[in-house]
Protein backbone atom coordinates (compact mmCIF):
# COMPACT_ATOMS: atom_id res chain seq x y z
CA UNK A 1 0.00 0.00 0.00
CA UNK A 2 2.88 3.02 1.10
CA UNK A 3 4.29 2.25 -2.78
CA UNK A 4 0.68 2.94 -4.25
CA UNK A 5 0.69 6.20 -1.83
CA UNK A 6 4.08 7.05 -3.14
CA UNK A 7 2.97 6.80 -6.55
CA UNK A 8 -0.25 8.65 -6.61
CA UNK A 9 1.07 11.06 -4.29
CA UNK A 10 4.24 11.51 -6.51
CA UNK A 11 2.02 11.90 -9.63
CA UNK A 12 -0.37 14.42 -8.50
CA UNK A 13 2.07 16.56 -7.10
CA UNK A 14 4.11 16.28 -10.51
CA UNK A 15 0.84 17.07 -12.71
CA UNK A 16 -1.27 19.15 -10.56
CA UNK A 17 -3.81 20.37 -11.11
CA UNK A 18 -4.85 16.11 -12.39
CA UNK A 19 -7.76 14.30 -13.01
CA UNK A 20 -7.66 10.90 -11.84
CA UNK A 21 -8.41 9.88 -14.96
CA UNK A 22 -4.66 11.06 -16.02
CA UNK A 23 -3.36 9.59 -12.77
CA UNK A 24 -4.45 6.33 -13.82
CA UNK A 25 -3.74 6.49 -17.67
CA UNK A 26 -0.20 8.07 -16.25
CA UNK A 27 0.69 4.80 -14.07
CA UNK A 28 -0.65 2.12 -16.90
CA UNK A 29 1.81 4.20 -19.05
CA UNK A 30 4.63 3.34 -16.86
CA UNK A 31 3.54 -0.41 -16.25
CA UNK A 32 3.48 0.09 -12.45
CA UNK A 33 0.50 -2.57 -12.29
CA UNK A 34 3.28 -5.04 -12.55
CA UNK A 35 6.09 -3.40 -11.08
CA UNK A 36 4.78 -1.77 -8.30
CA UNK A 37 2.03 -3.54 -7.63
CA UNK A 38 -0.84 -0.69 -8.64
CA UNK A 39 -4.08 -2.04 -9.47
CA UNK A 40 -5.54 0.08 -11.66
CA UNK A 41 -9.00 -0.71 -10.26
CA UNK A 42 -7.99 0.47 -7.12
CA UNK A 43 -6.67 3.91 -8.00
CA UNK A 44 -9.66 6.12 -7.76
CA UNK A 45 -10.33 4.74 -4.52
CA UNK A 46 -7.10 6.01 -3.42
CA UNK A 47 -7.27 8.78 -4.43
CA UNK A 48 -10.68 9.71 -2.63
CA UNK A 49 -9.07 7.78 0.70
CA UNK A 50 -5.49 10.28 0.28
CA UNK A 51 -8.32 13.17 -0.20
CA UNK A 52 -10.06 11.98 3.38
CA UNK A 53 -7.25 11.54 5.14
CA UNK A 54 -6.24 15.53 4.19
CA UNK A 55 -3.40 14.54 1.97
CA UNK A 56 -5.25 15.63 -1.13
CA UNK A 57 -7.69 18.40 -2.03
CA UNK A 58 -9.93 17.79 -4.51
CA UNK A 59 -9.89 21.52 -6.34
CA UNK A 60 -12.63 20.92 -9.01
CA UNK A 61 -15.62 18.58 -10.23
CA UNK A 62 -16.65 19.14 -13.61
CA UNK A 63 -19.08 16.85 -16.34
CA UNK A 64 -18.66 16.80 -20.04
CA UNK A 65 -21.47 15.22 -21.92
CA UNK A 66 -23.22 12.21 -20.40
CA UNK A 67 -19.17 10.98 -19.13
CA UNK A 68 -18.72 10.41 -15.60
CA UNK A 69 -17.68 13.36 -13.48
CA UNK A 70 -14.33 13.94 -13.06
CA UNK A 71 -12.32 15.31 -9.57
CA UNK A 72 -9.36 17.41 -9.89
CA UNK A 73 -6.55 17.14 -7.05
CA UNK A 74 -3.79 18.74 -6.05
CA UNK A 75 -1.36 17.81 -2.84
CA UNK A 76 -1.98 19.67 0.38
CA UNK A 77 1.10 20.30 2.97
CA UNK A 78 0.57 17.47 4.68
CA UNK A 79 0.67 15.69 1.68
CA UNK A 80 3.35 17.08 1.19
CA UNK A 81 5.23 16.18 3.75
CA UNK A 82 3.91 12.31 3.03
CA UNK A 83 5.56 12.39 0.09
CA UNK A 84 8.44 13.08 1.63
CA UNK A 85 8.96 10.51 4.32
CA UNK A 86 7.37 7.48 1.65
CA UNK A 87 9.87 9.11 -0.89
CA UNK A 88 12.96 8.96 1.31
CA UNK A 89 11.99 5.34 3.48
CA UNK A 90 11.81 3.77 -0.29
CA UNK A 91 15.27 5.46 -1.16
CA UNK A 92 17.38 4.73 2.52
CA UNK A 93 15.53 1.19 3.47
CA UNK A 94 15.72 -2.52 1.79
CA UNK A 95 12.54 -3.80 1.01
CA UNK A 96 12.24 -7.56 0.58
CA UNK A 97 9.78 -8.47 -2.46
CA UNK A 98 7.33 -11.14 -2.10
CA UNK A 99 7.36 -13.65 -4.84
CA UNK A 100 4.76 -16.84 -4.39
CA UNK A 101 7.98 -18.51 -6.34
CA UNK A 102 9.82 -19.00 -3.50
CA UNK A 103 7.00 -20.73 -1.53
CA UNK A 104 6.59 -23.76 -4.30
CA UNK A 105 10.24 -23.72 -4.06
CA UNK A 106 10.68 -24.26 -0.56
CA UNK A 107 9.05 -27.77 -1.70
CA UNK A 108 11.09 -28.48 -3.99
CA UNK A 109 11.41 -32.67 -2.59
CA UNK A 110 7.75 -33.04 -3.45
CA UNK A 111 8.85 -32.04 -7.12
CA UNK A 112 9.86 -35.11 -9.62
CA UNK A 113 13.38 -33.87 -10.45
CA UNK A 114 12.68 -34.30 -13.85
CA UNK A 115 9.55 -31.40 -13.95
CA UNK A 116 11.42 -29.61 -11.12
CA UNK A 117 14.09 -29.09 -13.54
CA UNK A 118 11.46 -28.42 -16.87
CA UNK A 119 9.83 -25.90 -14.75
CA UNK A 120 13.20 -24.01 -14.05
CA UNK A 121 14.59 -23.96 -17.27
CA UNK A 122 10.76 -23.07 -18.46
CA UNK A 123 10.95 -19.90 -16.05
CA UNK A 124 14.49 -18.77 -17.59
CA UNK A 125 12.61 -18.91 -20.97
CA UNK A 126 10.11 -16.47 -19.67
CA UNK A 127 12.18 -14.38 -17.83
CA UNK A 128 14.23 -14.49 -21.20
CA UNK A 129 11.08 -13.29 -23.69
CA UNK A 130 10.75 -10.41 -20.88
CA UNK A 131 14.44 -9.70 -21.11
CA UNK A 132 13.76 -9.51 -25.07
CA UNK A 133 10.99 -7.00 -24.70
CA UNK A 134 12.80 -4.99 -22.09
CA UNK A 135 15.61 -4.16 -24.57
CA UNK A 136 13.68 -3.75 -27.50
CA UNK A 137 12.01 -1.41 -25.24
CA UNK A 138 14.96 0.43 -24.60
CA UNK A 139 16.27 0.61 -27.86
CA UNK A 140 13.19 1.97 -29.08
CA UNK A 141 11.88 5.90 -30.12
CA UNK A 142 9.16 5.96 -27.47
CA UNK A 143 11.88 5.42 -24.24
CA UNK A 144 14.81 7.15 -26.14
CA UNK A 145 12.61 10.57 -27.22
CA UNK A 146 10.10 10.49 -24.85
CA UNK A 147 10.87 9.14 -21.02
CA UNK A 148 13.48 10.80 -18.54
CA UNK A 149 16.90 9.37 -18.59
CA UNK A 150 16.74 7.51 -15.56
CA UNK A 151 13.43 5.25 -16.75
CA UNK A 152 16.48 3.74 -18.55
CA UNK A 153 18.54 3.39 -15.70
CA UNK A 154 15.42 1.46 -13.99
CA UNK A 155 14.98 -0.81 -16.92
CA UNK A 156 18.92 -1.69 -16.75
CA UNK A 157 18.03 -2.71 -12.71
CA UNK A 158 15.30 -5.07 -14.11
CA UNK A 159 17.51 -6.75 -16.49
CA UNK A 160 20.79 -7.25 -14.60
CA UNK A 161 18.14 -9.02 -11.94
CA UNK A 162 16.42 -11.12 -14.45
CA UNK A 163 19.44 -11.84 -16.29
CA UNK A 164 20.72 -13.36 -12.72
CA UNK A 165 17.50 -15.22 -11.92
CA UNK A 166 17.93 -17.08 -15.39
CA UNK A 167 21.63 -17.73 -14.57
CA UNK A 168 20.39 -19.14 -11.10
CA UNK A 169 17.49 -21.14 -12.99
CA UNK A 170 19.85 -23.11 -15.51
CA UNK A 171 22.73 -23.68 -12.16
CA UNK A 172 20.07 -25.24 -9.82
CA UNK A 173 18.14 -27.29 -13.21
CA UNK A 174 21.69 -29.13 -14.21
CA UNK A 175 22.00 -29.48 -10.08
CA UNK A 176 18.65 -31.31 -10.11
CA UNK A 177 19.52 -33.14 -13.00
CA UNK A 178 22.77 -34.56 -11.68
CA UNK A 179 20.65 -36.25 -8.77
CA UNK A 180 22.47 -34.06 -5.65
CA UNK A 181 21.09 -34.55 -2.61
CA UNK A 182 18.96 -32.31 -1.02
CA UNK A 183 19.81 -32.73 2.25
CA UNK A 184 23.07 -31.70 4.24
CA UNK A 185 25.55 -34.57 4.18
CA UNK A 186 24.81 -35.98 7.83
CA UNK A 187 21.16 -35.68 7.21
CA UNK A 188 21.18 -37.60 3.73
CA UNK A 189 19.22 -41.18 3.42
CA UNK A 190 16.99 -39.68 6.33
CA UNK A 191 13.52 -38.94 6.22
CA UNK A 192 12.74 -35.22 5.68
CA UNK A 193 8.97 -35.80 5.80
CA UNK A 194 6.71 -38.30 5.77
CA UNK A 195 7.10 -40.48 2.41
CA UNK A 196 10.10 -38.30 1.07
CA UNK A 197 13.62 -39.40 1.75
CA UNK A 198 16.32 -36.60 0.65
CA UNK A 199 14.04 -35.45 -2.26
CA UNK A 200 13.96 -39.06 -3.98
CA UNK A 201 10.10 -40.73 -4.31
CA UNK A 202 9.38 -43.41 -1.47
CA UNK A 203 10.43 -46.58 -1.75
CA UNK A 204 8.28 -48.99 -4.61
CA UNK A 205 7.11 -45.24 -5.95
CA UNK A 206 7.78 -43.81 -9.88
CA UNK A 207 9.04 -40.54 -9.66
CA UNK A 208 6.62 -38.71 -8.57
CA UNK A 209 3.49 -41.29 -8.45
CA UNK A 210 1.99 -42.84 -5.66
CA UNK A 211 3.43 -46.51 -4.28
CA UNK A 212 2.75 -49.30 -6.80
CA UNK A 213 -0.53 -50.83 -5.97
CA UNK A 214 -1.83 -47.87 -4.05
CA UNK A 215 -5.37 -46.38 -5.41
CA UNK A 216 -6.80 -43.21 -4.59
CA UNK A 217 -7.09 -44.24 -1.00
CA UNK A 218 -8.38 -47.53 -1.40
CA UNK A 219 -6.17 -50.36 -0.07
CA UNK A 220 -4.28 -52.35 -2.55
CA UNK A 221 -5.38 -55.29 -4.11
CA UNK A 222 -5.45 -58.39 -2.00
CA UNK A 223 -5.75 -55.96 1.46
CA UNK A 224 -8.74 -55.87 2.99
CA UNK A 225 -9.77 -52.81 4.36
CA UNK A 226 -10.08 -52.82 8.73
CA UNK A 227 -14.38 -53.16 8.07
CA UNK A 228 -13.28 -55.78 5.91
CA UNK A 229 -11.19 -57.86 8.19
Not at 30 to 57: C, F, M, T
Not at 177 to 206: C, H, I, K, M, Q
Not at 215 to 222: E, H, I, L, W, Y
Request: include cysteine; glycine fraction near 8%; aromatic fraction near 8%.
Amino acid sequence: MSATRLMILGLVRWMQPVHGYDVRRELLSWGADRWANVQPGSIYHALRKLAEEGLLRAVATEQVGARPARTTYEVTPKGEEEFETLLRAQWWQLHETSDPFASAFSFLPAMPREEAAAALRNRANLLRAGVESMRASLDSDWVRNSRPVHVTWMFELWLARAEAEMAWCGRIAERIDSGVSYLPAGLTGTEVWPGWTDGAPPRGATDGAPPRGATDGAPPRGEKSNNQR
